[in-house]
């Protein structure tokens, strides 16, 4: 089993920024693709972004291309969302998940869910 555990979450403004951080645990998942997704209110939870476990392939939602950047470090076994430029459509609740499965298809199917952290960003 893993467990995954945001955080990072808040509120800021338009144009600011935020860096949501998900802590892995139980198991190491360099193996593992991770991923975000979020859930804004009244819609469906939508893919993010994604990053293989080697770091080499990573991708992202149309809307938040060029703004969002995920990484990260296989030492902490912890993954990173670093947003800016952020914008009120932002606006969800953020998800971290774990596929043990190539990146392309983390948006597709996955294994392990984390609780989820809020982000809101004002206008």
């Known amino acids: 089993q893993v467990q995954l555990v945001e955080s990072g979450g808040g509120l800021v403004q338009a144009g600011g920024s935020l860096r949501l951080s998900c802590a892995a645990s139980?198991?190491?998942?360099?193996?593992?693709?991770m991923g975000w997704f979020r859930q804004a209110p009244g819609k469906e939870r939508e893919f993010v972004a994604a990053?293989?476990?080697?770091?080499?392939?990573?991708y992202y939602e149309d809307s938040v291309k060029g703004r969002f950047t995920i990484s990260r470090d296989n030492a902490k076994n912890t993954v990173y969302l670093q947003m800016n430029s952020l914008k009120p459509e932002d606006t969800a609740v953020y998800y971290c998940a774990a596929a043990h499965q190539v990146a392309s298809r983390l948006r597709y199917e996955c294994d392990y869910w984390g609780q989820g952290t809020q982000v809101t960003v004002s206008s």
């Open positions: 990053i293989s476990g080697n770091r080499i392939f990573t």
């Open positions: 139980g198991r190491t998942v360099t193996t593992y693709a």
